[in-house]
Every structure is written in C-alpha cells, then in structure tokens.
C-alpha cells in the first residue's frame, strides 16, 4: 500500500520535469528567435541601402569614393566630402569629449563631496536626454555668434603655428568643422561620461584604500589601480560615444554649413553624411536618391568598423588582462 503514493510522487515528478524541459526549450527558442530578429534588422538595413544605391555604387565605382563633386545637375556624386566631415568632426568631438568625460568622472568618484555628487551627476544624465535638435537650435543661434566672434582671434593667435596653422585660418562666419566638433563633443560627453563614472564605481573600496595606505597620491590611485581595472569599460564607453557622433544629424546639420569641400581649415563650412541626407533626400529623384543611399550604406560600413575596432581593441585586452 505504501508503494502507491511513492509512485504516484514519482510520476508527477517526472511529468514536472518533462514540463520544465519542454519549457526550457520554448524559451530557448524565443530568446534565439530574439537574437535573430536583431541579426536580421541589421543585415536587412545594410542590404536595403545596399539596394537603393547600387545604381552609383555599381555606376560610379572607386569615383564616387574618392571624388569630392557633388553635383545634382549633371549627375556627378562623389562621397569624399561628407565621409571627410563626417570623419574630422567625430575626430574633434572626441578630442575634447573624453578628457572632460574622464575628468568629470574622477572628480565625482573620487574627489567630490557626497552633496555634489547626485545633483552633477542628475545634471549629466540630463543633458544625454536633451534632444539633438535642442543642441542644433542652441548651436545655430547661440553658439554659432560666439564662434563668429572668437574666429578672428583664433586665426590672429594659432594661425601663425606652422603645420598646424592652416586648421585656424578661414573667414568667421561660425559656421564649420570646429564649430560643429564642439557641440558633438558636448552632445556625447554626458554619454562617455555616465559610462565612465558608472564602471570608476565598480573598482573595490579596499583596493583604492590599501593604495592610499601605501602612500600613494589621488593621481597614483587613478593611474595604477582604477584605470587599469576598469580600461576595457572605458574603451567601450569612448567608442559608444564615438558611434553617436557618426550617426549624428540635426545638431550637426544646424552648425556646419553644408559646402561640399575638403578644406585644411576647421574653420570653413563642410558637411557629413547624415546632414547631406537630411537636407536632400525630400527632393532628390533617381541618380540624386541612389546617390544618398548609397552615402547612408556608407556610414553603415564606418560606423560597423568602428565598431568592430571597438571590439577587437576590447578582445586584445581581455585576453592581455588574463595573461
């Protein structure tokens, strides 16, 4: 009689743990199903573009690539001049982004009083909600005046440097390359800035505090232990900002002026990828709208190199790190 109940227990085990085994493999499936989705998204947008602008990629070949004409009424495309801007403004953003974002970030770890620390930190998480448009609008009509009336000085007092002197020499008109740079760098430094703080307050307390027992200084802790524990984080962080800085539209199309040159100074107008799509793509037709996508299916390809960059950069030092 006892036996009974026993197996009784034991079937309604075994159909318990048949249950969760086929559940198991239902949400295996949905999440692969979900991991998919985003492999297709993804292949799907670059085949799209891919598509849309096969008729100059195909037609024009290595000319569209490296010419820098741009000119709707004779059909002549050439993607140099936005890629070139696209590229010098995402340069600039960073130069003066990260050293900020990472000086900011070690000011409220490590520095900053308890009281200060949620207000600026509330205060950066703020300015990465602002929308791109907002820093267009204030980079137009606030920002663009105080460049016109700072250029002069800054060709009277860098202009002379040689090498570097021809980045600085062009009319103050505002518009251009640097000015664009510098509201990019201030519309990813909240982004690189919230990572890096984030991954700095990870680091262990009893690592930073056996270091400054040791008589090590704030720099000498910065530099030998949270660095060092956090480096790939930061890295991420750097090129996640980097990512948005390519990508960027409105801000960028407000502020840089739109000239199709290549030009050695920062000074004078330009464009990039997204703002000549931004601009054109309502009224283009035909070889003009092949054209756009293909510069779109572009910056799929630098922003996926980037990317991978990122990746292999990260790779290599995890694999340093475990040595």
């Known amino acids: 009689m006892s036996s009974i109940p026993a ?6 085990a075994d159909r318990r743990s048949r249950v969760d085994a086929r559940h198991d493999v239902w949400f295996r499936r949905l999440l692969k199903v979900c991991a998919l989705l985003v492999l297709a998204a993804l292949l799907g947008a670059a085949l799209s573009t891919l598509w849309g602008g096969r008729e100059v990629l195909l037609g024009h070949g290595l000319h569209f690539l490296t010419s820098d004409a741009w000119n709707p009424v004779t059909n002549d495309y050439g993607a ?19 050293p900020t974002a990472f000086g900011i970030a070690l000011f409220l770890t490590e520095i900053a009083p ?15 909600s602002i929308p791109s448009i907002i820093y267009g609008m204030w980079g137009l009509f606030v920002f663009v005046p105080f460049m016109a009336s700072i250029e002069p000085g800054l060709s009277e007092m860098l202009g002379r440097i040689p090498l570097f002197g021809k980045l600085f020499q062009g009319p103050p008109i505002g518009l251009g390359l640097l000015t664009a740079g510098i ?3 201030v519309m990813i430094l909240p982004f690189i800035c919230s990572v890096m703080r984030e991954v700095f307050q990870t680091v262990p307390n009893r690592l930073k505090e056996s270091s400054y027992a040791l008589g090590s200084t704030t720099w000498e802790v910065v530099w030998d232990i949270v660095l060092p524990y956090t480096r790939s984080a930061v890295i991420g962080g750097i090129f996640l900002g980097l990512g948005r800085a390519l990508g960027e539209t409105m801000a960028v199309t407000f502020v840089l002026g739109n000239a199709y040159d290549i030009t050695a100074s920062l000074l004078m107008p330009g464009t990039s990828i997204s703002s000549s799509i931004a601009n054109e793509f309502n009224e283009a037709v035909g070889t003009h709208r092949s054209a756009l996508i293909a510069l779109g299916f572009l910056l799929f390809v630098v922003t996926f190199v980037v990317l991978l960059v990122s990746r292999l950069m990260l790779r290599q030092l995890a694999r340093r790190e475990g040595a």
Not at 7 to 12: C, D, G, L, M, S
Not at 114 to 128: D, K, N, Q, S, Y
């Open 114 to 128: 308890a009281w200060l620390r949620g207000p600026v930190a509330m205060a950066i998480e703020l300015l990465a």
């Open 80 to 98: 140099w001049a936005p890629i070139f801007g696209t590229l010098v403004t995402s340069l600039i953003a960073l130069i003066l982004a990260v």
């Open 183 to 185: 509201v990019l760098a």
């Open 7 to 12: 197996t009784i227990a034991t079937e309604n």
